[in-house]
């Protein structure tokens, strides 16, 4: 035994002697910058996004009149976020409510709020829900419910071919190359008119692929903040129908556009009664104040009832094959708690009239102080645009001759009109004027080749 314990013992030593040698070895070649034994060590840093570096740049600015008007949140007028009074209400009655349940929620998310939800954008006498006719799921905002859609139709339809608007918000055109589609942009805006281009609209869509997926913005479109009118929404959906498309409908936060969220809803309730399929993505973070805590709805209006079990089976089998979970419960139960109860409605009512009514006056003052300047473009028609974005169409020279003047916009063109103050409103239409008279001389600004704008001139486009 004496014998075996000793040899064990050797061994040991030796083991050791080895590991103690690769150890060092390793620790000098990485004292030496070679590679590391770290799992992260080939991690690369993230690129930061266009809002995260004006973010930065807007922190690092030391002056007293910066402005950041590429923000997401809707401010008040002393420039914090948008507090409502109805969603505190609710949050109390919620938080004293001793009976409200902790099982799971649903695969597709809270019954209370999808009945709310869908009330709200269809209206109470909506034929399309006494008829049984609609799925709603719960999603995180409108993005994350076009996100879905968009992997819906693919994976689960033989839909392939889809049209966006030229210029549109550009995750759309990400969402759906990413699920698989065929893209195609349609004309929606005239950059020398600075107006909706209806023509070029109405002849893209006519000459489209048929049972394409169009994507369409129900109100205060993204980025322009134009829409159509009454009469010209008829005929998009005449087009519609003639041409079997599928309408997938973006409704970003109804209320905020008009003042009045069946105005905002109107397009997508117009569509649904004429008896058609269309998919309609709505969010409740904006016009709740809901940004920590934030949910949304996709909703599916079908033509034939007998579609339903089908699709809303489908869609729970996908979220559960991924493991998708629905959004917070909490802000489920909040805007389904003020939308169902009348007098906390009508406290939400009133508050969105009134950040309604502060963007418009903002807007118009804004358009007065630059015809007041003279400025050169199409500023007089900033009154036509809806919501509380403005779109300036700069180019980038411009945008970043702004920058220089410490008023942070993005490559977008689009201001986010409650980051201005009655302070200085003058500064920024100042701003916009020395940019605009700086480049007036132009024949063509740098703006008319954005990947966005690429290839307007088309043989239908009759507008400009």
């Known amino acids: 035994m004496n014998a075996i314990s000793a040899v064990s013992h050797s061994l040991l030593l030796q083991a050791f002697g080895k590991s103690s040698s690769r150890r060092s070895a390793a620790t000098g070649r990485r004292g030496n910058g070679g590679g590391s034994l770290s799992p992260f060590a080939c991690l690369k840093r993230a690129t930061p996004t266009e809002l995260d570096n004006l973010e930065q740049d807007y922190?690092?600015?030391?002056?007293?009149?910066?402005?950041?008007?590429?923000?997401?949140?809707?401010?008040?007028?002393?420039?914090?976020?948008?507090?409502?009074?109805?969603?505190?209400?609710?949050?109390?009655?919620?938080?004293?409510?001793?009976?409200?349940?902790?099982?799971?929620?649903?695969?597709?998310?809270?019954?209370?709020?999808?009945?709310?939800?869908?009330?709200?954008?269809?209206?109470?006498?909506?034929?399309?829900?006494?008829?049984?006719?609609?799925v709603g799921i719960q999603t995180k905002n409108s993005i994350d419910g076009l996100a879905l859609a968009a992997q819906f139709l693919r994976q689960k339809t033989t839909r392939d071919f889809c049209l966006l608007a030229r210029p549109c918000n550009t995750i759309y055109w990400k969402i759906f190359k990413a699920a698989g589609f065929n893209c195609q942009r349609y004309q929606y805006y005239s950059d020398t008119k600075g107006e909706l281009n209806i023509y070029g609209l109405v002849a893209d869509l006519m000459t489209a692929p048929d049972e394409a997926v169009v994507v369409l913005d129900a109100c205060a479109q993204h980025p322009t903040g134009l829409d159509p009118s009454t009469d010209e929404w008829k005929l998009l959906l005449h087009i519609v129908k003639c041409k079997k498309m599928l309408p997938l409908i973006h409704l970003e936060a109804p209320g905020l556009a008009s003042g009045d969220p069946n105005q905002d809803a109107w397009p997508v309730r117009y569509f649904a009664d004429c008896g058609i399929d269309l998919l309609c993505a709505q969010s409740f973070v904006k016009n709740f104040s809901l940004y920590n805590e934030t949910v949304g709805q996709l909703m599916v209006v079908l033509a034939n009832s007998a579609h339903l079990n089908a699709v809303r089976g489908q869609f729970e089998s996908m979220l559960l094959d991924t493991n998708a979970e629905c959004s917070s419960v909490y802000a489920s139960r909040v805007v389904a708690k003020i939308l169902s109860d009348d007098k906390i409605r009508s406290d939400w009512s009133?508050?969105?009239?009134?950040?309604?009514?502060?963007?418009?006056?903002?807007?118009?003052?804004?358009?007065?102080?630059?015809?007041?300047?003279?400025?050169?473009?199409?500023?007089?028609?900033?009154?036509?645009?809806?919501?509380?974005?403005?779109?300036?169409?700069?180019?980038?020279?411009?945008?970043?001759?702004?920058?220089?003047?410490?008023?942070?916009?993005?490559?977008?063109?689009?201001?986010?009109?409650?980051?201005?103050?009655?302070?200085?409103?003058?500064?920024?239409?100042?701003?916009?004027?020395?940019?605009?008279?700086?480049?007036?001389?132009?024949?063509?600004?740098?703006?008319?080749?954005?990947?966005?704008?690429?290839?307007?001139?088309?043989?239908?486009?009759?507008?400009?």
């Open 350 to 464: 009133q508050t969105l009239e009134e950040m309604h009514r502060r963007v418009f006056q903002l807007r118009a003052d804004l358009s007065k102080r630059l015809a007041e300047l003279k400025t050169p473009g199409h500023w007089q028609k900033l009154v036509e645009q809806s919501g509380h974005y403005l779109y300036s169409n700069l180019s980038r020279s411009q945008i970043r001759q702004l920058k220089d003047r410490h008023i942070y916009v993005p490559s977008s063109g689009r201001m986010n009109l409650t980051s201005v103050q009655s302070t200085n409103l003058d500064s920024l239409a100042a701003g916009l004027n020395d940019v605009s008279q700086a480049a007036k001389g132009d024949v063509v600004s740098d703006n008319y080749f954005r990947t966005d704008h690429f290839n307007t001139v088309h043989k239908y486009y009759h507008s400009a």
């Open 59 to 134: 922190q690092l600015d030391a002056s007293s009149q910066k402005m950041n008007l590429a923000t997401e949140v809707f401010r008040n007028e002393v420039g914090k976020p948008q507090f409502f009074q109805a969603v505190k209400k609710a949050e109390i009655i919620i938080a004293c409510d001793d009976f409200l349940s902790s099982e799971p929620l649903p695969p597709l998310g809270n019954p209370e709020f999808l009945h709310a939800a869908t009330e709200l954008v269809l209206g109470k006498s909506s034929p399309a829900q006494t008829q049984g006719r609609v």
